[in-house]
T-cell receptor, first 111, second 116 residues
Framework: AQRVTQPEKLLSVFKGAPVELKCNYSYSGSPELFWYVQYSRQRLQLLLRHISRESIKGFTADLNKGETSFHLKKPFAQEEDSAMYYC?????????????FGTGTRLQVFP | GAVVSQHPSRVICKSGTSVKIECRSLDFQATTMFWYRQFPKQSLMLMAT?????????EQGVEKDKFLINHASLTLSTLTVTSAHPEDSSFYIC????????????FGPGTRLTVL
């Protein structure tokens, strides 16, 4: 079964502290993984995708196929990072690839 | 670029009426659009996938006669909630994808439906 698990509903840290938002997936095929972010009262937007292997707003995520994980990391959290973060897995046939979302982790960064 | 709009942003209707929600890609052509439902403090649940010019593919457990999806053009998809009931009250979000080659979905701001 295709599934995305985000074990933490809430993660609270102080500004400047390292952040790691956990994401594990279950998928028998070759996964395509994403992190989406939703800031307060804003729409969902793509933060990063594993195939790009880039750092966005200081965040990085490495796909670990052995551990079936795609954890999101940032070495020094900022207050503006406070948001809801969703890990998502792209699964399905070529023309109808759908995103399977995890339940999300709310990141709170305190000053 | 890559903006998706939804209309209306919120709607309140009486039980038994039908409600239509529009999703538009403003600056690109969306070959595929997706409709999601989000309950309070919960994740997004995919309801259906629609490709322009063809019938929508519904997820298991989603009633296709209840949630009518039309994707008549490359920039517009509509979701009609027919004979709405209070349990249909939710936040409905659409997303649009330009091509599978660059597999990124752009999300609309969502529509809050309240059925009295």
């Amino acid at each position: 079964a295709q599934r995305v698990t985000q074990p933490e509903k809430l993660l609270s840290v102080f500004k400047g502290a390292p952040v790691e938002l956990k994401c594990n997936y279950s998928y028998s095929g070759s996964p395509e993984l994403f992190w989406y972010v939703q800031y307060s009262r804003q729409r969902l937007q793509l933060l990063l995708r594993h195939i790009s292997r880039e750092s966005i707003k200081g965040f990085t995520a490495d796909l670990n196929k052995g551990e079936t994980s795609f954890h999101l990391k940032k070495p020094f959290a900022q207050e503006e990072d406070s948001a809801m973060y969703y890990c998502a897995l792209s699964a399905g046939s070529y023309n109808t690839d759908k995103l399977i979302f995890g339940t999300g982790t709310r990141l709170q960064v305190f000053p | 670029g890559a903006v998706v709009s939804q209309h209306p942003s919120r709607v309140i209707c009486k039980s038994g009426t039908s409600v239509k929600i529009e999703c538009r890609s403003l600056d690109f052509q969306a070959t595929t659009m997706f409709w999601y439902r989000q309950f309070p403090k919960q994740s997004l649940m995919l309801m259906a996938t629609s490709n322009e010019g063809s019938k929508a593919t519904y997820e298991q457990g989603v009633e296709k006669d209840k949630f009518l999806i039309n994707h008549a053009s490359l920039t517009l998809s509509t979701l009609t909630v027919t004979s709405a009931h209070p349990e249909d009250s939710s936040f409905y979000i659409c997303s649009a994808r330009e091509s599978r080659a660059y597999n990124e979905q752009f999300f609309g701001p969502g529509t809050r439906l309240t059925v009295l």
